[in-house]
């Protein structure tokens, strides 16, 4: 009946509409956790990571500092970019999107497992592990000055390989895996977050909430930022 066809078509325009939940997979999560993320992990990240991946401009956006940067992953897309003719849409934390499907429609792309599959996919297909293994199995030499075909400071040209195309990057720049430029991890450090990312990258960390001192300074801050003068707005 012409009742059930259209039934049949709302069903299958939603599905159509719904593509970024479909492609989403959660990944497979241990019932056994070795690791936790805000006691284990995020101090590792914190001394090997966030000296590049931390600013709003971070290599390939990839924001290191919280557990809500790095589930929201990468992008190829640059923060600025001196060559477009029009404004860009702001990619704020916190601001321009709130779960990971948002994100994913603003075409960031995933550092952990989002293709489900068994705890060995975890590893597999996540990008994060295979930018640290890449830097484990091409070590730099400790001591010695970083080589000359690892370009660094502002003029470098950022690499954002997603998981298809990771194994182009690695056969071109093997030793460009992460940390980039630096001895890289410790045994200690990348079976940590070897281990934690196979066991399904659990987030264990609470909401921040803030104290009666830190709420005190928030609104000091708020108020100041949101005076009239220039100067206010300028600061703000």
Known sequence: SRATLAARSLVLAGCMQSGVAEKVLEPSVSKQQSYSYSRDVKPILDQKCISCHACYDAPCQLKLTSSEGLLRGATTTPVYDSERLESAA???????????????????????????????????????????ELGRAHP???????????????GRETQCPTSDTFEK???EKPQQGMPLAIAGLSDREYQTLRQWIFEGA??????????PQEARQIAAWEEFFNRSPLRNQLVS
């Open 202 to 211: 659990l987030i264990d960390e609470s909401p921040w909430v803030a104290g």
């Open 140 to 154: 730099l030499a400790a001591n010695e000055p970083v080589p000359e075909d690892i370009e660094l400071g502002l």
């Open 169 to 171: 990057y690695a056969r």
């Open 90 to 132: 702001p990619t704020r934390l916190y601001i321009a999107a709130q779960s990971k499907a948002q994100w994913r429609q603003k075409g960031f792309f995933s550092v952990l497992n989002d293709r489900g599959g068994s705890l060995d996919d975890n590893l597999a297909n996540s990008l994060l592990f295979r930018m640290i």
